[in-house]
Structures are given as structure tokens and as C-alpha cells.
């Protein structure tokens, strides 16, 4: 998924603790995938994901999303992929991300596993849209300075 880049994942477990702890990175209005990969798991397994409040975020119950028990918080912005589960993979994605969803997240299978993820999310992403270029690369070839300069000064200024 080309998703995949955009987030960073850093693995600050050690490798004899029961409970691992992740850290996931995104930016406001993108979204991100929450992993969360229990090998022994399968498609019977019931999952609760939580959030830092314990509201509920999704919880998955042999096999199906339970989206009229999702906080409206995260309704129609949170789904798990259910292909997936019979390999144990109960990842979620969070779509429209907000500075407000910035905290730590539990994946919760009762008497068997924990996951707690930390998501960090950044401001948004200022992507720089290229000028049309008619001579088909041109603009690239031969840039101008102060064009440029007058370009970023007017981003910096819309934002
Ligand atoms: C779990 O599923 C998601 C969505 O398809 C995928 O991006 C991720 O790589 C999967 N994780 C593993 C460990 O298979």
C-alpha cells in the first residue's frame, strides 16, 4: 500500500516483554495503520481496540467489525481490514487524523495479548505544488531564483 510510507513505525520492543510498545507517526488529514499482529490469532478471535480514554475504537468480534459499539469519535474513520484476520492481523487504519488523536492505543485480545501503540500526530503537510510547466520540463531545467523565492513566499503566506 503506498500508504505504507507515510508511516513510520519505530519498534521500541524488547524482545522478552510480554507487552510491546509501537510507535506510529502521521500528519492531520492523512491516515495511518495501526498494527496490530497477534500470529496465534484467527478469524474467531475477539479484538477490542481502546483508546487512551477507553472509548472504543473497534472492536472486532468473531470475525466482524462492530461499528454501532464505535465511539463517534472514530465512526466511519476507523476500519480493519478482515481479509487479514485469519492470519491474526487485527491492523486498523485511522483515516482523517486530527491533533486530537495523538495519544496511546490498546489492541486488546482478552487472556491473550496486549499491543499498546503510540500515535504521534504531526501537523499537517505542506506539499508544494510544481507550477504547470508547457515546455514539459522546462521550468525544472532552467529554474529561476527569484521566482522560487516569490513561489515559497507566497505558500508561506497562504498558510
Ligand atoms: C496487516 O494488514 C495490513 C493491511 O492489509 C497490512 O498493511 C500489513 O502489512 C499487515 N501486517 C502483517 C504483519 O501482515
Known sequence: MEHLDR???LLLCSLN??????HVEG???EEVVLPCVYTEGDSSSNVFWRDKDNLFVLDIIGGVEQTQTQNERFRGRVS????EYH????SITMKDLTMEDSGPYECHIPDDFQRDITLT???PRVVPTPPPS???GAAVTHPSTWLCSLLLCLCSSAV
Open 7 to 9: 508511516v513510520w513505525l
Open 17 to 22: 516483554s510480554v507487552v510491546c510498545q509501537l
Open 27 to 29: 500528519h492531520v488529514n
Open 80 to 83: 480493519s481490514f478482515p481479509a
Open 87 to 90: 492470519k491474526g492481523n487485527f
Open 121 to 123: 500526530v504531526n501537523a
Open 134 to 136: 508547457p515546455a514539459g
